[in-house]
């Protein structure tokens, strides 16, 4: 479709929409409103996050009717906006709902929603909320023989027959070269192995250029689970880790017979729009192509660590090792705004670190691209966070995150120690005083060339992650499939959430603040062409995870819960109990409500406001998780923390979901 075909089409849809709302008026009449009305819940009724999915389909797309509330006059609805505001549960809420009038007199009562868990961080909500389960199709799992004479098979393999008992031996004969496209051409000329074994089935080759040694080696050999006594020790220092048996090796040697070119386990760009990696942003430095004639490193791995400023994540140090685990780069880096966080527990920096530290971002970026170049292969964990610290744009990536897929799906991801005690018995992490980034460079470059070593399909019970079969359901962008129903939405968000959830369609709008959220949400509201807004207040959760690593607020968030607990007068607790708020917490809560009403006065009439919190105070779920795991309960008894921890997490599961429409 050309451009001009395409904005013929846009005008037409709009004229459509016009049209429609038109007859809308003309039926519910000039004072016609559309309105929510919630239903009874039935007994032991739960909503979760598809039910909260599931009522924007229905009111822009093609969804179902839900259940749990009803919309009268619903096409009068122009548009939906969604508000996500992760922290806010059921408790803290009821304890400071005079706090939010506003948000009570736009949208009155709340449902509870589900949690996906009492530990889920506001990425996983979001994820399951912009994205939906969608059934792959079936020439998706394998690619389709060209020939109209393609092979026709069900799902299941080959049934074997009940009388297998009475199979004496097995041939097996190996005949390289025949492939689908030349059976079909000459299949006139091989009636004979027709008629003996019928039509054949497709398998996948090695590779497009595997020879025939490599597949008799696939089929004539086992991978084995190596026995515990014989995985290679753990090494017990940096000197002992940067020397192993590959450091006389090149890279062409390292990666001589393998099963599929390096490059195949680099990211696609679909790989890295999904994960997050910022390309060719403003601001950002990419990597150059490698003088002719020149040598550089064709891999490389990287580990960054940060801290907190007033802006945000900023890089302090930098490590950068070769193929062999030698050590190219590892140095301090100042950051440019003023430090409030060292994240010493995590980052390993400390105050006295830094102290006459003077390299700049902009020294390390030049140094960085000495080494870097557009054809080197960037191995690390994560990498997305890396780059962003390093505001550098380069695309030949491998991540070991997604390299080493989680089994519960993409949108979850192992952790670097998991994945270094699994596949390379070392552990890693383990010091109190943080994270070191030689160590957790070198493991991801020895985990990258494992994988490359042994190919991409192993099944679980081998020395490596389980790519197996294509599942049978993938995951597709929400704004995509509001697309397909000819809705257009705005994305407004952290830059790292727009990046991977906005489709071709949509509009992407990074922001940094709650106030820069809600000034362009208040413009976005204005645009008759856009119908689905999806945008975030943050400064609560920012706020719950602040507290969570603060000791003192901790343990004063402790000691009120189990005053709570231990209570003995009953009358009390039929009263409620009122959680006590610092004044911090109330001016965020103020500010919030305030947010929420003008946003609210911005829309126009009959437009929908759907506020979802997400989850509650998770952090301090994982916060108190992580002391008894470390057991540094401090002065505070053990079994007291274990009766906390569990109030706690019911509070965290029970977000909330407000539904208010503009009148």
């Keep these: 479709m050309t451009s001009s075909e395409t904005l013929r089409s846009v005008e037409e849809d709009d004229s459509t929409a016009k049209k429609k709302r038109d007859l809308f008026y003309d039926v519910y009449g000039p004072e016609g409103k559309a309105e929510v009305v919630f239903n009874s819940p039935e007994d032991n009724s739960v909503l979760d996050l598809k039910d909260i999915q599931g009522l924007v389909t229905w009111v822009l797309g093609e969804g179902f009717m839900p259940s749990w509330v009803f919309i009268k006059n619903k096409p009068l609805i122009p548009k939906v906006v969604m508000l996500y505001m992760p922290g806010l549960d059921a408790a803290l809420f009821l ?72 199979i004496p031996k097995v041939v097996m004969l190996y005949m390289p070269g025949l492939d689908a496209a030349l059976f079909l051409s000459l299949s006139k000329m091989l009636h004979n192995l027709k008629k003996i074994c019928g039509k054949p089935r497709p398998v996948l080759a090695l590779s497009c250029v595997s020879d025939s040694m490599q ?125 409030i966080d060292y994240n010493t527990r995590f980052s390993g920096i400390t105050p006295e670190m830094l102290n006459g530290v ?3 971002l902009r020294d390390i970026q030049e140094l960085f691209l000495k080494f870097v170049y557009e054809e080197t ?61 030689i160590e957790d460079a070198r493991a991801t470059l020895e985990l990258a060339l494992l994988k490359i070593r042994n190919g991409k399909v192993q099944p679980s019970y081998q020395q490596g992650p389980d790519f197996g079969s294509p599942p049978s359901f993938t995951r597709k962008k929400f704004l995509s499939i509001l697309s397909e129903s000819g809705k257009t939405s705005s994305l407004i968000d952290d830059i790292s959430i727009v990046k991977r959830y906005a489709s071709e369609s949509s509009n992407a709008i990074p922001v940094i603040s709650d106030d820069e959220a809600l000034a362009k949400t208040k413009k976005e509201v204005k645009n008759d062409k856009v119908h689905f807004i999806w945008t975030q207040f943050s400064e609560l959760h920012s706020y719950l995870k602040k507290q969570a690593e603060d000791s003192d607020s901790l343990n004063e968030r402790l000691a009120e819960m189990m005053a709570l607990q231990t209570c003995q007068n009953n009358s009390a607790k039929q009263k409620g109990f009122k959680l006590k708020a610092s004044a911090e917490l109330k001016e965020i809560m103020a500010r919030m409500d305030a947010r929420i009403y003008n946003l609210y006065l911005s829309l126009p009439t009959n437009a929908m406001m759907i506020i979802f919190t997400g989850h509650g105070d998770t952090a301090i779920v994982r916060r108190l998780r992580r002391m008894l795991a470390e057991q540094n309960e401090s002065n505070l008894c053990r079994e007291k923390i274990v009766e906390t921890l569990a109030e706690f997490q019911a509070q965290a599961e029970v977000a909330l979901c407000f539904v208010g429409v503009k009148h």
């Design 215 to 339: 597949t008799i080696d696939a089929l004539l050999t086992c991978k084995m689970k190596r026995k515990r006594d014989e995985n290679r020790p753990a090494l017990t220092s940096h000197q002992e880790e940067g020397s192993h048996d590959t450091d006389s090796l090149t890279f062409t040697e390292l990666t001589k017979d393998i099963p599929f070119p390096v490059t195949y386990y680099t990211l696609t760009e679909k790989e890295l729009e999904e994960n997050g990696y910022s390309l060719n942003q403003p601001g950002f430095l990419s990597t150059l192509p490698a003088p002719p004639g020149s040598p550089f490193h064709e891999m490389l791995a990287l580990d960054c660590e940060m801290c907190i400023t007033n802006e945000g994540f900023e890089l302090t140090r930098i490590t950068l090792v070769d193929i062999k685990g030698q050590v190219l780069i590892d140095r301090l880096v100042k950051p440019s705004n003023a430090i």
């Design 358 to 360: 003077t390299t700049s």
């Design 377 to 437: 292969i960037l191995v690390g964990h994560s990498l997305e966070n890396d780059l962003l610290a390093l505001k550098i744009s380069h695309e030949l990536i491998i991540d070991t995150a997604v390299l080493y897929r989680h089994p519960r799906g993409t949108s979850h991801k192992k952790a670097l120690r998991f994945l270094a005690k699994k596949f390379l018995a070392r552990e890693i992490q383990q010091s109190t005083n943080g994270h070191d980034s």
């Design 95 to 166: 304890s400071l709902s005079k706090m939010l009038h506003n948000l009570k007199k736009i949208c009155g009562k709340p449902r509870p929603v589900l949690a996906l868990s009492c530990v889920s961080d506001s990425m996983q909500t979001i994820d399951a909320l912009l994205t939906c389960k969608m059934k792959r199709k079936r020439d998706e799992n394998r690619p389709a023989l060209t020939s109209h004479q393609g092979f026709h098979y069900s799902n299941q393999y080959i049934q074997m027959s009940p009388n297998k008992p009475l």
